[in-house]
């Protein structure tokens, strides 16, 4: 109700603002300041820049809410392109907090110096494995990278031993992935942190000649599941948020963990973190606490995400391989670099 | 009133007004003028941005980017795109438009209208529909199918307004000259359908260009669908503007072509005289196969994307969020009537212009509104996300940035309708109620903005229609936590959350037919432009 409320009185300025836009041609009045005040100065609400699963962060604003009356608007998109969007705005950005699925835009944030300090209290919640030494932001949640195979052709003997193996020339054809979403650019920004950028750009070289893309890696596991490919390289949640509702997508489909070390046995680490030009720090930082406190983190672990609850000790969803199980491959989520991943992928001609 | 009164060229071509000594503008009208050239300035902001940019990047860079070899995939899938649907648009539209206009099909008052409708179907909730009724749909030829199935009422409403105003008198030489009645179809209907088609099919084509939804979700590689990949993965990347630079490049093609091939002979009727109910042509042992192909026709078009989006919608039913699609819907109908009032507000002195002053200038003013409204809301939204965020960051990510982004995208729509609106009510009216002693002013207001009221609100319904589906500017350029039924649905859909989309569909849909059912008469009524 609020939202819409809002919304119309931001359409009633718009008549103004753009009659205002178009009669000074191209040097706007600084009429409508509807945006400004959404950010809520000093009224106590925020804004969240939110990539996560829309659904999860909702669960999470809702009962944030609740428990301290702070009221939170929410902007959703990707992970790199609200990234890049803060970096842009800079100083005068709206967000308050941001949330991501993957680490590479954290870091990417976190380099251009734009995040606070999370407060001691966030950080003591989550273990160190999940989280960057410098302490800029935290990891909230965490997600496996996964082969989906179709099991009504293939068995695990006839997998590769390593994601790099997608690369061989009998793979041709038969794999699928989602190269523009942000889930696979992280996998390929840990590719090149573990292995380096000459064989990265090999792999995605032959990736570009190997592979199908993708919109999204449920449409991926839909493919595979269809029988149009026999594997999708994607994270391990979206099984399981299939089976949970109708597993019409995922019926013909197995999971295979690379473990191992292996670069396909990365476990991506969903990051958040508070903006320093935030004008109502307080309640962002407190937000960040729920979100990795107990409640929080029980929230995730009920939700309908599947994604690696890893902070105040909550346990992951029962339905999940343990984290200990999964063999991941050291990987400081602060040097995930997502700006040379796009390079090389626009360079392979993936984008 | 005689027709001829009403006889403007689509765009563009000197009305009867223009000819010979050319009248001085009074005082009143500079300010009008004035206002046309700041908001024809202001329209030009986006192709100033992709060329501002592209010399930003230096040459080298710009280069390498646009000379890869990813750039000539995409080039030759939206080029193969354009080559193949348009055609199957003109030959689809102007075959309906001729069945039900000029023919003795059972039920032609039906078709009519059902032939229409597909356009209250946006192209990506189209593009859902098939997807989740044949799930292997991928590539051009996918693309080639929901293209052509959403796009050719774009050919057929017009085509369908000039048969119906054609002057029979003309076929009627041609067969008491002897021929036959296909020749005296392609050598006499055909040829005064030449505006109708030529600017359907730029009108198809832009919109193939612009299109994101609907061929993202069939895995259909264009420029834009690319230009949002890339842009998602970097917001404002080098690589993403060079993409739009050669969009752009396309675009500026494609007004050329239409312009060369509108030609510039004169179709309307001169002088007065009455005009002849049209002949219709008796159907015959065709008449069973041509209902059964219109059939066809509209079910894939119209019935199939219906019938998935209601069935979705049914299997939610129970779970339905109303409090989540309410506040949609409401955001949708403000920034669709906010948007469509200002815009044709926006354009009304550009239109006033290019009827009563017609010049190369008001020409050149029109032009730049056409250029940017050729663009994909994503190139337009690019521009405003980085001029608004560096040079007035107060109105960043507010409403009024969205509308002034939906009214550079859609001006046109309402200049095309404003400009035969204003045509239809001549200058002399509105001198005559001042020789009457109403002062000019009011006279102004009585006579003309009266008489233009129906062309207005045909063309606002037009650009309500472009804004209830627009996905990509909305997406970029909304203030926070906006969710319009288009940006829902895409978000569902995306999910590939068939039921959860499906209500945001059937909305879309539901909102936009009373709207194309408008434009469908309204363009009946202003038919012989």
């Known amino acids: ?38 950010g809520g100065a000093g009224s106590g609400e925020i804004t969240v820049y939110n990539a996560q699963h829309e659904d999860l962060t909702q669960a999470w604003v809702d009962a944030f809410t609740k428990e301290t009356g702070i009221k939170v608007t929410v902007r959703n998109g990707e992970d790199p392109e609200m990234a890049n969007q803060i970096i842009q705005e800079g100083a005068a950005s709206p967000a308050d907090v941001f949330l991501t699925e993957n680490s590479p835009a954290m870091a990417q944030v976190e380099n251009a110096g734009l995040f606070a300090d999370v407060d001691q209290a966030t950080v003591a919640q989550v273990p160190a494995n999940f989280r960057p030494s410098t302490n800029k932001w935290t990891g909230i949640a965490a997600r496996s990278t996964v082969l989906v195979y179709d099991k009504t052709k293939l068995t695990e003997d006839k997998l590769p031993k390593s994601m790099l193996d997608l690369a061989n020339p009998e793979w041709k054809g038969r794999w699928g992935a989602s190269p523009s979403g942000a889930d696979f650019q992280a996998i390929v920004a840990a590719l090149l942190e573990l292995k380096g950028e000459t064989a990265t750009k090999e792999w995605l070289k032959a990736m570009k000649d190997n592979s199908k893309a993708y919109k999204g890696n449920s449409t991926a596991m839909k493919a595979v599941n269809a029988g149009e490919i026999d594997a999708a390289l994607i994270y391990h949640y979206y099984y399981f948020g299939d089976q949970a509702k109708t597993g019409e997508n995922s019926k013909n489909v197995s999971q295979y963990y690379f473990k191992n070390q292996d670069p396909g046995a990365f476990l991506s680490v969903s990051g958040g973190g508070v903006l320093k030009s935030s004008k109502n720090a307080a309640a962002a930082q407190e937000f960040l606490k729920f979100v990795t406190g107990k409640k929080g983190q029980e929230i995730l672990q009920k939700g309908t995400s599947f994604e690696y609850a890893i902070a105040s000790d909550v346990p992951a969803n029962d339905k999940l391989v343990p984290v200990k199980d999964l063999q991941a491959p050291t990987v400081d989520p602060a040097k995930l670099n997502s700006e040379k991943v796009t390079d090389l992928m626009t360079e392979a001609g993936l984008l | 009133m005689t027709t001829d009164l009403s006889a403007p060229q689509v765009s563009g071509d000197t009305t009867t007004a223009g000819r010979g000594k050319r009248p001085r503008p009074p005082f009143g009208v500079s300010a009008v003028g004035i206002l046309a050239v700041l908001t024809a300035l202001f329209s030009l902001l986006p192709l100033g941005y992709v060329i501002f940019m592209t010399g930003v990047t230096g040459w080298d860079t710009a280069v390498t980017l646009v000379f890869r070899p990813r750039v000539g995939e995409l080039l030759l899938n939206t080029v193969l795109l354009i080559l193949i649907t348009v055609p199957l648009c003109l ?24 032939l229409a409708a597909p356009l209250a179907v946006p192209a990506f909730v189209n593009s859902y ?74 009108l198809v084509a832009l919109h193939l260009l612009a299109e994101y939804g609907a061929f993202a979700m069939i895995r259909f590689d264009t420029f834009t669908t690319a230009i949002m990949i890339q842009y998602r993965s970097t917001f404002n990347g080098t ?28 179709y309307a009727r001169v002088g007065s005289g009455v005009q002849g109910k049209a002949l219709r042509l008796p159907l015959r042992s065709y008449q069973l196969p041509a209902q059964l192909s219109l059939l066809a026709l509209t079910v894939l078009a119209f019935g199939l994307p219906l019938w998935v989006v209601l069935r979705w919608t049914l299997a939610g039913a129970g779970s339905w969020p109303a409090d989540e699609f309410i ?34 200038f008001s ?52 200049l095309v309708n404003l400009r035969s609106g204003l045509a239809q009510a001549p200058k002399e009216l509105e001198e005559a109620a001042q020789s009457l002693g109403r002062p000019p002013l009011l006279s102004f207001i009585r006579v003309t903005l009266r008489l233009t009221a129906p062309a207005a609100a045909g063309g606002a319904a037009l650009v309500f229609l472009g804004i209830v589906n627009e996905l990509t500017a909305t997406l970029l350029l909304s203030p926070n936590g906006t969710r319009t039924l288009a940006t829902q649905f895409w978000s569902k859909s995306s999910e590939i959350d068939y039921v959860g989309a499906a209500p945001y569909a059937l909305l879309m849909i539901l909102v936009s037919a009373p709207m194309t059912y408008l434009l469908f008469q309204q363009s009946k009524k202003a038919a012989g432009q």
């Open chain 1, 1 to 38: 109700m609020k939202i819409r409320s809002h919304a119309l009185a931001g359409i009633a300025l718009a008549a103004t603002a753009a009659l205002g836009l178009s009669a000074c041609g191209g040097g706007p009045t600084p009429a409508a300041s509807g945006s400004a005040s959404a």
């Open chain 2, 91 to 114: 030959v689809l539209g102007v075959g309906g438009a001729w069945l039900v206009e000029r023919t003795g099909l059972r039920g032609n008052k039906w078709w009519a209208v059902l």
């Open chain 2, 129 to 202: 529909a098939w997807v989740s009724a044949v799930p292997s749909l991928e590539g051009l030829w996918s693309g080639v199918l929901i293209a052509t199935l959403s796009y050719f009422p774009l050919v057929y409403i017009p085509a369908a307004a000039a048969l119906s105003r054609l002057d029979p008198a003309i076929e009627q030489s041609a067969a008491s000259l002897g021929l036959g009645a296909w020749r005296t179809f392609f050598r006499v209907v055909l040829p005064q359908l030449r505006i109708a088609m030529t600017g359907g099919a730029l």
């Open chain 2, 239 to 266: 690589a993403g503007n060079m993409l739009a630079s050669v969009l752009v490049f396309f675009c500026l093609i494609l007004l050329l072509l239409e312009g060369r091939s509108r030609g510039t002979a004169r």
């Open chain 2, 327 to 360: 506040p949609a819907l409401l955001q949708t109908l403000g920034y669709g009537l906010a948007g469509a009032a200002v815009t044709i507000v926006v354009g009304f002195p550009m239109a006033f212009l290019a009827v009563r002053y017609p010049s190369w």
């Open chain 2, 363 to 414: 020409k050149a003013l029109e032009l730049s509104n056409y250029i940017t409204s050729s663009m994909p809301g994503i190139v337009v939204g690019l521009a405003f996300v980085t001029v608004s965020i560096r040079v007035v960051p107060g109105v960043y990510q507010t409403a009024g940035v969205l509308v002034a982004a939906y009214v550079l995208l859609f001006l046109p729509r309402a």
